[in-house]
């Protein structure tokens, strides 16, 4: 009985220690300024970057970051940039390490014709 009522112990606590939220990053209309330049829209894209750390503190990988995210993004559809962006940020605790996830849903366009605005926006 003492066994079943410390494996019970072991379950319950460890859903007690484990959880997750999704918190809203923001809404944007697009991720570089337009410019009244015609554009083509080819498809909806997402993108993400997460970061482990070890009981939360220790982090494991690199730094979570909404700019990889993005850019993960554009390069999934060989976007020039994104329009109709929403970004979420995830996290998911468990016993022994957390996981923070940013997504970004967006749709790609590229330009029509050369490209008049900056040429680092343009990356």
């Keep these: ?12 606590s460890s ?3 484990a959880g997750c939220a999704c918190m809203p990053g923001g ?3 697009s991720n570089t300024p337009l410019h009244a330049k015609p554009y083509t829209v080819i498809g909806e894209t997402e993108g993400f970057d997460s970061q482990y750390a070890i009981l939360g503190i220790i982090p494991v990988t690199s ?9 993960n993004a554009k390069g999934n559809i060989g976007a020039d940039a994104l329009v109709d962006i ?4 995830n996290m998911q605790w468990w016993i022994l ?3 923070t996830v940013t ?3 967006a749709k790609g366009i590229r330009f029509k014709g050369e490209w008049e605005g900056d040429n680092e926006v343009k990356r």
């Design 103 to 105: 997504e970004v849903y």
């Design 97 to 99: 390490f957390t996981r």
């Design 1 to 12: 009985m003492i066994k079943y009522f410390a494996l019970f112990s072991l379950l319950a």
């Design 63 to 71: 730094v979570n970051s909404l700019k990889r995210a993005v850019k």
């Design 27 to 29: 809404i944007a209309a």
């Design 86 to 89: 929403t970004v979420d940020c």
């Design 15 to 17: 859903l007690l220690f």
